[in-house]
């Protein structure tokens, strides 16, 4: 069965890390340039204080970046996240969003840096908002990308 980014959404909204910490994941475009994901800040989700738990909000943001840009090279390139880094800006409360956009562009430049089998590092950002459109957090993912070995020496 074909991954489509439908079953993905629902499959990640359904998967117990996700859905126990209150993540949800709105949509991923059709052709995996977008994806929007929430979380819902509740009993389970919050600090000490109410407002949402920073390891809930770098959840939410950890795999959307790397999934994108590997449903747009496809099975000829290892794709993972390497590291994040959040700073918090706010306290959040209520429903919060990210929003996720890796372009077709971007992903023809890695696709290109990785020629060869080279490693190749990327940063994203995105910003984590409330439902009144105030930033919550700002968020940066490093992505790795590297052409499959097996390609680069049919390539050779």
Not at 14 to 40: K, M, Y
Not at 55 to 64: C, F, K, L, R
Not at 100 to 126: C, N, P
Request: no cysteine; glycine share 8%.
């Amino acid at each position: 069965m074909r991954m489509t980014p439908r079953r993905l959404a629902i499959g990640m909204s359904l998967w117990i890390p996700n859905l126990f910490s209150g993540i949800r994941i709105r949509r991923f475009s059709d052709d995996w340039t977008h994806a929007t994901v929430e979380l819902h800040v509740n009993v389970f989700t919050r600090n000490y204080v109410k407002t949402a738990f920073g390891g809930s909000m770098s959840a939410m943001t950890d795999p959307y970046f790397f999934m994108l840009v590997m449903h747009q090279l496809g099975r000829d390139h290892v794709v993972w996240d390497t590291r994040g880094e959040i700073e918090f800006v706010k306290p959040g409360r209520g429903v919060l969003t990210a929003e996720f956009d890796v372009s077709r562009e971007k992903v023809e430049e890695l696709r290109e840096r990785a020629r060869g089998g080279a490693k190749v590092l990327e940063w994203f950002e995105t910003e984590i908002t409330d439902a009144r459109g105030d930033v919550v957090a700002r968020v940066r993912r490093e992505v790795y990308v590297r052409e499959k070995k097996r390609v680069t020496a049919a390539r050779g």
